[in-house]
């Protein structure tokens, strides 16, 4: 397998205060990481796709100016969530991908730890 | 619009004996298929995959099948173990696009394994 941190693993923030929040491949490189968010007992919902060196492309509905995505190097992606209010509590999972190309071409995706957000 | 579908919220079974899981989907679009086990407040951890060019894929004690035609796919874990208890997700994503490894999950489900 392959290692995907996250950091922090769990913040506390006041309302109309922005987190960041770091994600790591520590042992590949990755040109996409992608983030998701999960609500309690819901599945993973993807928010947007990180790809290093140019603009994170977001999925329908998710605001861009509120979770802002930054993939500055091929081993980190960070998402800032600003002026966060309590419904953007939620816990904000990252993944990596990991390319195979060639024949039989294909990649492994690595999920990070998570973090809990809780915006009060 | 869902368009990974797990039906089946929970399933308990007898440690030793065969869990199957049920995943269906409706974008014709997929061929890369993978199985994710979750523990709560973790991420998940990559279990096992499948391209739509086969039918069937081995590792362990996970065995993933697909049938296209059916647009269903399922996970068998044998023997089942304690330590298997967790919620297993399906995730299915578009091919060699700029979409590949955009990943839709279904809704997990809940696997209980007893002594």
């Known amino acids: 397998g392959a290692v995907v941190s996250q950091h922090p693993s769990r913040v506390i923030c006041k309302s109309g205060t922005s987190v960041k929040i770091e994600c790591r491949s520590l042992?590949?490189?990755?040109?996409?990481m992608f983030w998701y968010r999960q609500f309690p007992k819901q599945s993973l919902m993807l928010m947007a796709t990180?790809?290093?060196?140019?603009?994170?492309?977001?999925e329908q509905g998710v605001e861009k100016d509120k979770f802002l995505i930054n993939h500055a190097s091929l081993t980190l992606s960070t998402l800032t969530v600003t002026s966060a209010h309590p419904e953007d509590s939620s816990f904000y999972i990252c993944?990596?991908?990991?390319?195979?190309?060639?024949?039989?071409?294909?990649?492994?995706?690595?999920f990070g730890p998570g973090t809990r957000l809780t915006v009060t | 619009d869902q368009q990974v579908k797990q039906n089946s919220p929970s399933l308990s079974v007898q440690e030793g004996r065969i869990s199957i899981l049920n995943c269906d989907y409706t974008?014709?679009?997929?061929?890369?298929f993978l199985w994710y086990k979750k523990y709560p407040a973790e991420g998940p951890t990559f279990l096992i995959s499948?391209?739509?060019?086969?039918d069937k894929n081995e590792d362990g004690r996970f065995t993933v099948f697909l049938n296209k035609s059916a647009k269903h796919l399922s996970l068998h874990i044998v023997p089942s173990q304690p330590g298997d208890s967790a919620v297993y997700f399906c995730?299915?994503?578009?091919?060699?696009?700029?979409?590949?490894?955009?990943?839709?999950f279904g809704a997990g489900t809940q696997v209980v394994v007893t002594p």
């Open positions: 993944s990596a991908r990991k390319n195979h190309y060639g024949r039989g071409a294909h990649y492994e995706q690595y």
């Open positions: 990180s790809n290093e060196g140019s603009k994170a492309t977001y």
């Open positions: 499948i391209s739509s060019i086969k």
């Open positions: 995730a299915a994503s578009p091919g060699l696009t700029d979409s590949w490894g955009k990943l839709q």
């Open positions: 974008n014709s679009m997929f061929d890369y």
């Open positions: 042992d590949f490189q990755a040109t996409t």
